[in-house]
Protein backbone atom coordinates (compact mmCIF):
# COMPACT_ATOMS: atom_id res chain seq x y z
CA UNK A 1 0.00 0.00 0.00
CA UNK A 2 1.49 3.12 -1.23
CA UNK A 3 1.48 6.55 1.24
CA UNK A 4 -0.94 8.36 -1.17
CA UNK A 5 -3.06 4.82 -0.63
CA UNK A 6 -2.65 5.53 3.39
CA UNK A 7 -3.26 8.92 3.40
CA UNK A 8 -6.35 8.72 1.21
CA UNK A 9 -7.85 5.72 3.38
CA UNK A 10 -7.13 8.18 6.90
CA UNK A 11 -8.57 11.38 4.96
CA UNK A 12 -11.54 9.39 4.10
CA UNK A 13 -12.46 7.78 6.93
CA UNK A 14 -11.90 11.44 9.33
CA UNK A 15 -13.72 12.99 6.15
CA UNK A 16 -16.17 11.25 7.38
CA UNK A 17 -16.57 11.44 10.33
CA UNK A 18 -16.58 14.93 10.43
CA UNK A 19 -18.89 15.63 7.64
CA UNK A 20 -21.37 13.36 9.68
CA UNK A 21 -20.06 14.07 13.27
CA UNK A 22 -23.05 16.62 14.20
CA UNK A 23 -25.98 15.11 12.39
CA UNK A 24 -24.95 11.37 14.25
CA UNK A 25 -24.04 12.77 17.63
CA UNK A 26 -25.94 14.76 20.30
CA UNK A 27 -24.50 17.34 22.17
CA UNK A 28 -21.54 16.72 24.09
CA UNK A 29 -18.08 17.92 25.44
CA UNK A 30 -16.12 17.12 21.98
CA UNK A 31 -18.95 20.40 20.20
CA UNK A 32 -16.20 22.11 20.87
CA UNK A 33 -13.51 20.49 19.80
CA UNK A 34 -15.20 20.16 16.38
CA UNK A 35 -16.14 23.65 15.98
CA UNK A 36 -12.66 24.40 16.81
CA UNK A 37 -11.16 21.83 14.42
CA UNK A 38 -13.60 23.31 11.61
CA UNK A 39 -12.43 27.00 12.35
CA UNK A 40 -8.83 25.93 12.25
CA UNK A 41 -8.89 23.54 8.74
CA UNK A 42 -11.19 26.00 7.15
CA UNK A 43 -8.48 29.00 8.19
CA UNK A 44 -5.40 26.86 7.72
CA UNK A 45 -6.88 26.58 3.61
CA UNK A 46 -6.95 30.21 3.14
CA UNK A 47 -3.24 30.11 4.12
CA UNK A 48 -2.01 27.24 1.59
CA UNK A 49 -5.06 28.19 -1.22
CA UNK A 50 -7.72 25.93 -0.34
CA UNK A 51 -5.33 23.08 0.34
CA UNK A 52 -5.10 20.52 2.94
CA UNK A 53 -1.88 21.28 4.75
CA UNK A 54 -1.36 17.48 5.08
CA UNK A 55 -1.66 17.00 1.40
CA UNK A 56 0.09 20.16 0.10
CA UNK A 57 3.64 18.73 1.75
CA UNK A 58 2.99 15.86 0.56
CA UNK A 59 2.87 16.83 -3.11
CA UNK A 60 5.88 19.81 -2.11
CA UNK A 61 7.78 16.27 -1.03
CA UNK A 62 6.99 14.81 -4.59
CA UNK A 63 7.61 18.26 -6.30
CA UNK A 64 9.82 20.42 -4.74
CA UNK A 65 8.32 23.15 -6.88
CA UNK A 66 5.30 22.64 -6.29
CA UNK A 67 2.86 25.95 -5.32
CA UNK A 68 -0.30 25.36 -2.98
CA UNK A 69 -3.34 25.27 -4.68
CA UNK A 70 -2.37 24.90 -7.93
CA UNK A 71 -3.80 21.01 -7.75
CA UNK A 72 -6.29 21.57 -4.40
CA UNK A 73 -8.75 19.43 -6.29
CA UNK A 74 -6.49 16.72 -7.30
CA UNK A 75 -7.69 14.19 -4.55
CA UNK A 76 -5.68 11.55 -6.40
CA UNK A 77 -5.06 9.98 -2.83
CA UNK A 78 -8.82 9.59 -2.78
CA UNK A 79 -9.07 8.04 -6.51
CA UNK A 80 -6.96 5.36 -5.44
CA UNK A 81 -9.44 4.47 -2.64
CA UNK A 82 -12.97 5.20 -4.23
CA UNK A 83 -11.26 3.85 -7.52
CA UNK A 84 -12.67 7.00 -10.13
CA UNK A 85 -12.30 10.40 -10.16
CA UNK A 86 -15.97 10.82 -10.67
CA UNK A 87 -17.04 9.03 -7.89
CA UNK A 88 -14.84 10.75 -5.79
CA UNK A 89 -16.17 14.02 -6.95
CA UNK A 90 -19.57 12.69 -6.07
CA UNK A 91 -18.73 11.39 -2.57
CA UNK A 92 -16.42 14.59 -1.73
CA UNK A 93 -19.54 16.56 -2.79
CA UNK A 94 -22.35 14.73 -0.83
CA UNK A 95 -19.16 14.73 1.98
CA UNK A 96 -19.21 18.52 1.56
CA UNK A 97 -23.08 19.11 1.82
CA UNK A 98 -23.25 17.18 4.99
CA UNK A 99 -20.23 18.56 6.72
CA UNK A 100 -22.26 22.21 6.01
CA UNK A 101 -25.25 20.73 8.30
CA UNK A 102 -23.06 18.92 10.60
CA UNK A 103 -21.61 23.02 11.30
CA UNK A 104 -24.78 24.32 11.23
CA UNK A 105 -25.68 21.78 13.80
CA UNK A 106 -22.96 21.99 16.38
CA UNK A 107 -22.84 25.60 15.92
CA UNK A 108 -26.39 26.24 16.87
CA UNK A 109 -26.35 23.71 19.63
CA UNK A 110 -23.60 25.46 21.40
CA UNK A 111 -25.02 28.99 21.10
CA UNK A 112 -24.28 30.33 18.25
CA UNK A 113 -27.68 31.94 16.17
CA UNK A 114 -29.55 30.12 13.75
CA UNK A 115 -28.29 33.12 11.26
CA UNK A 116 -24.56 32.91 12.77
CA UNK A 117 -24.91 29.07 12.24
CA UNK A 118 -26.23 29.40 8.86
CA UNK A 119 -23.25 31.61 7.83
CA UNK A 120 -20.48 29.51 8.89
CA UNK A 121 -21.63 26.58 7.42
CA UNK A 122 -22.44 28.44 4.00
CA UNK A 123 -19.26 30.29 3.91
CA UNK A 124 -17.46 27.09 4.37
CA UNK A 125 -20.15 25.43 1.59
CA UNK A 126 -19.64 28.91 -0.42
CA UNK A 127 -15.62 28.80 -0.41
CA UNK A 128 -15.43 24.72 -1.20
CA UNK A 129 -17.30 25.59 -4.24
CA UNK A 130 -15.00 28.45 -5.31
CA UNK A 131 -11.86 26.65 -4.91
CA UNK A 132 -13.36 23.63 -6.98
CA UNK A 133 -14.09 26.42 -10.08
CA UNK A 134 -11.65 29.31 -10.01
CA UNK A 135 -7.99 29.53 -10.45
CA UNK A 136 -5.28 30.75 -7.30
CA UNK A 137 -4.28 33.19 -9.83
CA UNK A 138 -7.26 34.93 -10.35
CA UNK A 139 -8.04 37.96 -8.17
CA UNK A 140 -11.28 37.85 -7.31
CA UNK A 141 -10.54 34.35 -5.56
CA UNK A 142 -7.57 35.94 -3.61
CA UNK A 143 -9.67 38.98 -2.01
CA UNK A 144 -12.94 36.58 -1.34
CA UNK A 145 -9.98 34.00 0.04
CA UNK A 146 -9.10 37.10 1.95
CA UNK A 147 -12.57 37.46 3.19
CA UNK A 148 -13.01 34.05 4.29
CA UNK A 149 -10.34 34.01 6.26
CA UNK A 150 -11.34 37.06 8.61
CA UNK A 151 -13.94 35.83 8.90
CA UNK A 152 -12.82 32.82 10.59
CA UNK A 153 -10.56 34.71 12.30
CA UNK A 154 -13.59 36.56 14.08
CA UNK A 155 -15.23 33.33 14.56
CA UNK A 156 -11.80 31.70 16.05
CA UNK A 157 -12.30 35.04 18.65
CA UNK A 158 -15.88 34.09 19.42
CA UNK A 159 -14.99 30.40 20.27
CA UNK A 160 -12.14 31.50 22.43
CA UNK A 161 -14.31 34.15 24.67
CA UNK A 162 -17.12 31.74 24.88
CA UNK A 163 -15.08 28.32 25.53
CA UNK A 164 -12.00 29.48 27.49
CA UNK A 165 -12.43 29.71 31.01
Known amino acids: MSIFEIIGFLHFIFAFFISMYGIIFKKNWFDIVFMYYSVLVILSWTFYNGECVLTYYIKKMENPNYIAGSQSTDLT ?38 IMSALIASI ?26 IFFIFILILLLSRFLP
Open 77 to 114: DMYLLVGTKQSTEIIASVGLLLNAISLYIVFNRNGFSN
Open 124 to 149: HLLYITVIRLASISNQYFLIFQQMVK
